[in-house]
């Protein structure tokens, strides 16, 4: 049994090789967020827009939505709104026309968000529309999210990813951790991205695809869960790349427990993964073909899951190994909790720092968040048990998580 203590020590400095080979490419890539965001300046308002929102049980909170994007500051003629009901057993078709906005009824069967936009692009896409935005049915988008968008395509932008923020932070420890981890991906992964000049990320709501970009792909043809992240893929194979438009704010509300957001993030990680399955192998030869930085990036996004096992792997081969000092039970399970500890305590030091940065530059500062703040540590190390989950068996259908308020966005000072 000599060799035990060495071959622990081995795959847990393994381990931690690998953890950090993907931190760091992480690191570099959010420290570009220094760079300020791209311009896109002002210009006539002459996109045609369509957008889309696929809606299942939203009677109760799609109203203010709705509200958002008929005052924007941008001329109403240039726009449509499509409300596309699915799976519902309310009135949230009804709720739709009555606040002024088209319903196009699902008229075939759906298991996600994605084949519901695919089936409203297909009915939609005769009618020229220049650019497809997609909203969530519990969004609020700012007055001036069109108008940010049209500069953008103006300036020759093909897929564009605006600024989410939450409309909630300061309801639960939940919506606070939801809403920290938000302004992280705005601020150090699409910021980032777009200070290194590779391609942002696609988040679900509040953004833009071309019709030419559209053209270009073939369609609208997302087959997995994760439609945003294989619209990213897409994109990056095309060889083009997702812009970021900070000043394209849309406000989301974020789940309020942690049954909710298990929920959403088991989705999202379910969603990686056949994306990652689906995708690597083809930017793996694209890469072989010619290499570049935007495919090099995108690979290292799709990995996430792999580091959060990798992470997973790392806290029980180090108190493993930390238990092999102990030359009887009790003190090896002494040592083996105590090199536990040790790696969880560090890794909530360095989240909550982290958390505490990002709340700092974004300007959100406000007593109410200290809640999310403390717990942001345990919201991410309760995603390697998700991811663990996921990877032993996907989800594939997406589920609905009910929202019932319609509320107006919680802004800091207020």
Known sequence: MDWL????????????????????????SGLACVKRPQDYGFHPARTRFAILVAARNEELVIGPLINSLLTQDYPQELYDIWVIPNNCSDNTALAARNFGARVLECSVPVKSKGEVLRFAYNRLRGRRYDAWLVFDADNVADPRFLAEMNNARLTGVQAAQGYRDSKNPYDTAVSGCSSIYYWMMDRFHNGGKAGLGVSAMVGG?????????LDKLGGWHTETISEDLEITAQTVLAGERVAYVPKAVTYDEQPLTWEQSIKQRRRWTSGTLQVAQRYLPALGQAQSDRPRLALFDFEATLLLPAYQLAALAGLLCTAFT??????TLLQALALGLAGALGNLAWAALTATAAAGIVITMEGKWDVRLWKGLAAYWLFLLTWLPITAVSVWKKTTVWEEIRHTRAMAPQLPGR
Do not use: D, E
């Not at 203590?5 to 570099?28: D, E, I, N, R």
């Not at 709501?205 to 970009?213: A, E, H, S």
């Open 205 to 213: 709501t509040g953004f833009m695809v071309t019709q030419k970009l």
């Open 322 to 327: 930390a238990a092999l000092g102990g030359r």
């Open 5 to 28: 203590f060495p071959a622990a020590l081995a795959l847990t400095g393994t381990m931690g090789v690998l953890m950090s080979l993907w931190g760091l490419w992480y690191l570099v």
